[in-house]
């Protein structure tokens, strides 16, 4: 398997995902939340996105298997905290995680994505 994988899907395909899963079980607020935030951000266009299983991974390029410069959040419904886990590349031992509650959650992701990726994620605010 050669060929480049990156995602085609759209950030609205994505939170529709979790809309989804939501109706199936409402613990997964926090995650709908959480992507739908991020998908209206007006710099989201500038990351590649693609989920697996119920985890949102995202990448400021295309990437190969999704295993390389990917950040991956997951929401642990259970404890009601999201996992952050960022790996450089793959097989590398030296990946930088934080787990947090769900109310710095937008926090968390804002920072990851502005210090690994180089994209601050700004808010526009209707009145």
Not at 13 to 21: H, K, R, T
């Amino acid at each position: 398997m050669d060929e480049e994988i990156h995602s085609r899907r759209s950030w609205q395909e994505i939170a529709d995902m979790y809309e989804q899963l939501v109706l199936r079980s409402p613990n997964w607020e926090p995650m709908r939340a959480l992507v739908r935030r991020l998908a209206a951000a007006p710099t989201a266009s500038e990351l590649e996105r693609n989920t697996s299983m119920f985890a949102l991974l995202i990448s400021n390029a295309p990437t190969r298997h999704w295993q390389e410069n990917v950040l991956r959040v997951a929401f642990l419904p259970d404890s009601q905290e999201f996992e952050f886990v960022y790996r450089h590349y793959h097989g590398d031992a030296n990946i930088t995680e934080k787990r947090c509650p769900v109310p710095e959650a937008w926090d968390t992701l804002s920072r990851f994505v502005r210090y690994k990726f180089g994209t601050l994620l700004t808010e526009e605010w209707s009145s």
